[in-house]
Structure formats: C-alpha cells, structure tokens
C-alpha cells in the first residue's frame, strides 16, 4: 500500500488546515496520523478503525483536530483547528495490517511521505 499524503502549509496560530492521505488501494485496516517536530520524536496524533467508527487522539489535540476516512475514495482526512505554534511539525499518515485502532508506532506497517505544516504565533 502506498501513502500520499497532502494539505500542509504555512497558517497563523488559531487558523486551520485540512490534511489528506490517499491510498493506492483499498485497505479495511486502521490507519492513524502521526507528526514529528523540529528535533523530537515522532508522536501519535489520531488514529481511526477501518469502519471510521472509532477514534482516538492525542490529549493535546482532543476537541481541535478531527480524523476521519473516506473508504470508497481511499482517503484519510485530518481536519485541524485552532491550530498553535507547538503545533508544528513534518505529519505523517500511516496504515496498520490490523482491524483494530491501535496508537503504537510499531504497529503502523506503511507510512506516506510526511507533509509539513507550520503554524506561526
């Protein structure tokens, strides 16, 4: 499965910006958003079951970003609002071999290309 991932960009702290991730083919497994910032490691930020019915997020994102799917386009969005500075980093979309939502990095088998996104104060 490849990943594409698209949407980054430059925003002022409290504007929003809308991510996409498009795969090459149809998967019924979970698939997930992660970020890296500047110097850190890479973080889990959302992730979504294969039915789009169960999600989880990152404590600091809980109420601003939103994950969803869109599985007859092959699709993942990751729609974030009142974006801030600690925000900012390369995000990545990535698809698991499992049914299951799961937040371990090391269960995320295809990873896309990362987009950045950058939100200044």
């Known amino acids: 499965v490849q990943l594409q991932a698209c949407g980054g960009g430059l925003v002022q702290a409290g504007g929003s910006l809308r991510l996409s991730c498009a795969a090459s083919?149809?998967?019924?497994?979970?698939r997930g958003w992660f970020r890296q910032p500047p110097g850190k490691e890479r973080e889990f930020v959302a992730g979504?079951?294969?039915?789009?019915?169960?999600?989880y997020y990152l404590d600091s994102v809980k109420g601003r970003f939103t994950i969803s799917r869109d599985n007859a386009k092959n699709t993942m969005y990751l729609q974030m609002n009142s974006l801030k500075p600690e925000d900012t980093a390369v995000y990545y979309c990535?698809?698991?071999?499992?049914?299951?939502?799961?937040?371990?990095?090391?269960?995320?088998?295809?990873w896309g290309q990362g987009t950045q996104v950058t939100v200044s104060s």
């Open positions: 979504i079951n294969w039915s789009g019915g169960e999600t």
């Open positions: 990535a698809a698991t071999s499992k049914v299951g939502l799961t937040t371990r990095l090391s269960d995320y088998k295809y």
């Open positions: 083919e149809r998967t019924v497994t979970s």
